[in-house]
């Protein structure tokens, strides 16, 4: 079999890219390793730029997102146990969009299986060979036996342990990576949200997180150990250790059932280049931020705005100009994105490596951005999101 486009991975960016492709009439494949249900209830991001808001919009999916979404104007800045409100919205007239990854996902796989898109689920890829050729070919699995295709563009889409970045020249790629010495216990409760808008908060006991994704769903997170045994942690220990990080006077926590609980590790991580050949990589493949920004997602929707644009403009125009740049232009916007994300870490957790100086220089930093206009007009900009730079003509 012969595709114009494979795509490997069937998450936010291996399903916007197919469908934002389809609108222009330009045939893919769809590889995913796993099935539909797991894909589509695994529970991650909530946190959408406006760009990202936008792009769903209009790409048509955005009709469930302008329903059922929040919007926060801003975000509040836990310190010393008292609240300070970032108002990005009165700072710079935007603020972000909640609605969760989960729910998009559904959306994009619903929509591309009503249109009969072809998603082989299930299907993980083995091997992805000849990319220096224009006719690469990517191997998977699929009901117990191996099977190939070739295509004209494969589009490595496998979020951050997929075998995209692995078939990449090792003479090529270059990574830098940071893996922080902590992680995030994460909780889904069913408990009303206890603020209007999301509660980033530095302790002395660690950072804590207090989000939502309803208006009768929190999601919260405690920095912990990377290795954190959750056995240790009881629904009790874990609400008590949210109040004394998150609290103030006068404010109460509510609490609630805890439907889900896990421990994710951090890290920050990204290889250059995003293209070699005919492999093109977006989202997680490429660059993994830890989620103290919110910006994974984000970031994954805006290399696919890119990487769709030049993917037009070659099946299209036959022009080959932007679809060269991908790379560099992906990854300016990245290296931005990986610098606020990995700033914001800094500045909001407690490092047990860390030099006391160290630690009250960031302190400095959390308070200068509490206490002054300009660094919050700064944080707005980066929090609401840096512009798309490029977006496909659907
Ligand atoms: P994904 O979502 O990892 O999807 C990759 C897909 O590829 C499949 N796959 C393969 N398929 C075929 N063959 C193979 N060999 C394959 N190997 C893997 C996988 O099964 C999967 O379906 O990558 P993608 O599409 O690039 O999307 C990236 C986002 O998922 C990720 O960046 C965000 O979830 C990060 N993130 C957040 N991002 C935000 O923008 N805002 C947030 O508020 C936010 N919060 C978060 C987060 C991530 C978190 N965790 C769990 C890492 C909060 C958390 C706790
Ligand atoms: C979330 O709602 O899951 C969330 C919010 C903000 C972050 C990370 C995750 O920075």
């Known amino acids: 079999m012969h595709v114009p486009v494979a795509i490997v991975g069937a998450g936010p960016s291996g399903s916007l890219l197919a469908w934002i492709l389809r609108l222009r009439g330009i045939e893919s494949i769809v590889l995913e390793a796993r099935s539909r249900e797991y894909v589509e209830q695994r529970i991650r991001a909530g946190v959408l730029e406006q760009g990202t808001v936008d792009m769903l919009i209009k790409a048509g999916i955005g009709d469930r997102l302008k329903k059922e979404h929040m919007y926060h104007r801003g975000v509040c800045i836990g310190y010393r146990n008292r609240h300070y409100m970032l108002d990005f919205e009165e700072l710079i007239g935007r603020g972000v969009t909640v609605y969760g990854q989960q729910e998009i996902t559904r959306d994009l796989l619903g929509a591309l299986a009503k249109e009969n898109h072809n998603v082989i689920y299930e299907a993980p890829v083995v091997a992805i060979e000849d990319i220096d050729s224009d006719r690469p070919a990517v191997r998977y699995e699929h009901n117990g036996r191996t099977h190939e295709l070739t295509a004209d563009i494969v589009a490595g889409c496998d979020g951050f342990h997929g075998a995209s970045r692995k078939a990449m020249p090792a003479d090529v790629l270059k990574a830098y990576e940071t893996v922080y010495p902590f992680g995030w216990l994460g909780v889904l409760a069913e408990a009303p949200p206890s603020k209007e808008v999301a509660l980033f908060s530095h302790h002395e006991n660690g950072f804590a997180l207090l989000s939502m994704r309803s208006p009768t769903i929190s999601r919260l997170y405690l920095q912990c150990a990377p290795d954190e045994d959750l056995s240790e942690w009881s629904d009790g220990r874990i609400w008590d250790e949210l109040e004394t990080r998150l609290g103030a006077p006068g404010w109460t926590l509510e609490r609630g059932p805890i439907l889900q609980k896990e421990v994710t590790p951090l890290r920050s991580f990204f290889s250059e280049p995003m293209?070699?050949?005919?492999?093109?990589?977006?989202?997680?493949?490429?660059?993994?931020?830890?989620?103290?920004?919110?910006?994974?997602?984000?970031?994954?929707?805006?290399?696919?705005?890119?990487?769709?644009?030049?993917?037009?403009?070659?099946?299209?125009?036959?022009?080959?100009?932007?679809?060269?740049?991908?790379?560099?232009?992906?990854?300016?916007?990245?290296?931005?994105?990986?610098?606020?994300?990995?700033?914001?870490?800094?500045?909001?957790?407690?490092?047990?490596?860390?030099?006391?100086?160290?630690?009250?220089?960031?302190?400095?930093?959390?308070?200068?951005?509490?206490?002054?206009?300009?660094?919050?007009?700064?944080?707005?900009?980066?929090?609401?999101?840096?512009?798309?730079?490029?977006?496909?003509e659907i």
């Open 275 to 392: 293209q070699h050949g005919r492999l093109f990589l977006a989202g997680d493949a490429a660059h993994v931020v830890p989620p103290t920004g919110a910006k994974g997602l984000n970031s994954a929707v805006a290399d696919v705005s890119v990487l769709s644009a030049a993917l037009i403009d070659h099946f299209t125009k036959g022009d080959e100009a932007l679809l060269r740049r991908y790379s560099d232009i992906a990854l300016e916007r990245n290296w931005q994105v990986q610098r606020f994300s990995w700033s914001n870490t800094a500045m909001y957790h407690v490092y047990p490596d860390r030099s006391p100086f160290d630690a009250r220089m960031h302190e400095a930093q959390l308070r200068y951005l509490i206490g002054d206009r300009s660094p919050q007009i700064v944080y707005a900009e980066n929090h609401t999101g840096l512009p798309i730079s490029h977006w496909p």
